[in-house]
């Protein structure tokens, strides 16, 4: 016997609230971030802007956990969650993607982040113990020769700035592997334990704490822009971009699966390149056109079977 008609509409509409909305939202959010954090891009050290970003993040996020009567009180297992997350997602991912972005564009930086699911699952085979299929390794291949057309369109274009793509490439690779492990540390049952906005809370803040530190290190003492449009940015890449983007994110994931949820990586770069072409500049040829569609397309192919169980999380 067939369901009821209203038990029907009712399960469409709290799919669309729980997982369908949220799963826009943060795509379109993340999609945004690579060109936003071009005006984070000046007088600023990228390494303060990311603190910036965290300090933030980390206190809103902390009023959000207390507001929703989470405790804040960490044990051990929390601190050990946060230090490693808040190492690896919001102090490597995020400070490689910032300096990435002073030499290539943002659009070509959240495309090689469509790639993240390639790292994600092999560290979820040896992690989770996920088997990585024929379907996905052939998919990946295909999105690595994709990309690599990208960079051959970038380095024909500019050929005096030959290295500096190079460079921009490395530090894009070294801001995703980060994610990366930040990505399968959390889906071990441990982490899963803990409420997800504690978890971020305290993610955030050792993040935080590790960024002043580097960023001290590195550049100096900290260093402020007077421009609105930084301080903007700067807010919406806290409060939108990682606040709320985060919140949403973390619960789909739990409700569909990484796999599933790994769906908006592929889209992200499609609306970053958009933005890239629209505000930056970016020149497609025929090259670049080919190999835009050739990553796309390999991911789809890994995506199929969902054989990704890791996720890709941008920016």
């Not at 993340?30 to 206190?59: C, D, E, H, K, N």
């Not at 629209?278 to 995506?303: C, D, H, K, N, Q």
Request: charged share 10%; aromatic share 10%.
């Amino acid at each position: 016997m067939s369901q009821n008609p209203p038990t029907d509409h009712r399960q469409n509409e709290h799919r669309f609230r729980q997982i369908i909305l949220p799963f826009i939202l943060f795509t379109l959010i993340w999609s945004s971030t690579w060109f936003v954090i071009r005006f984070q891009l000046g007088p600023v050290p990228a390494q303060w802007s990311v603190t910036y970003r965290f300090i933030i993040a980390g206190a809103a996020m902390a009023v959000v956990s207390r507001v929703q009567g989470h405790s804040l009180r960490p044990d051990r297992g929390l601190l050990r969650a946060a230090l490693l997350l808040g190492l690896m997602q919001f102090c490597v991912n995020f400070n490689a993607v910032y300096l990435a972005e002073r030499h290539i564009t943002s659009g070509l930086v959240a495309t090689v982040f469509a790639l993240l699911l390639i790292p994600n699952s092999l560290l979820a085979w040896a992690w989770l113990g996920h088997r990585v299929s024929r379907r996905f390794l052939a998919g990946g291949a295909v999105a690595v020769a994709g990309i690599a057309l990208l960079f051959v369109h970038e380095a024909q274009d500019h050929p005096a700035f030959g290295p500096e793509i190079g460079l921009g490439l490395l530090l894009t690779v070294v801001g995703m592997v980060g994610a990366s492990v930040a990505n399968v540390y959390q889906a071990l049952e441990r982490v899963r334990r803990v409420p997800i906005p504690v978890l971020l809370t305290w993610s955030m803040a050792v993040g935080a704490v590790i960024d002043a530190g580097l960023a001290w290190q590195m550049t100096g003492p900290p260093r402020f822009d007077p421009r609105p449009e930084y301080w903007l940015g700067l807010i919406y890449l806290a409060l939108v971009a990682s606040v709320l983007a985060f919140s949403l994110y973390f619960p789909v994931v739990r409700r569909i699966g990484p796999g599933k949820a790994a769906w908006s990586g592929v889209l992200t770069p499609i609306i970053a390149m958009a933005l890239s072409t629209a505000f930056e500049g970016y020149r497609w040829s025929l090259l670049a056109a080919a190999g835009g569609t050739l990553a796309l397309l390999g991911m789809l192919l890994a995506l199929s079977e969902g054989a990704g169980k890791g996720r890709t999380t941008p920016r």
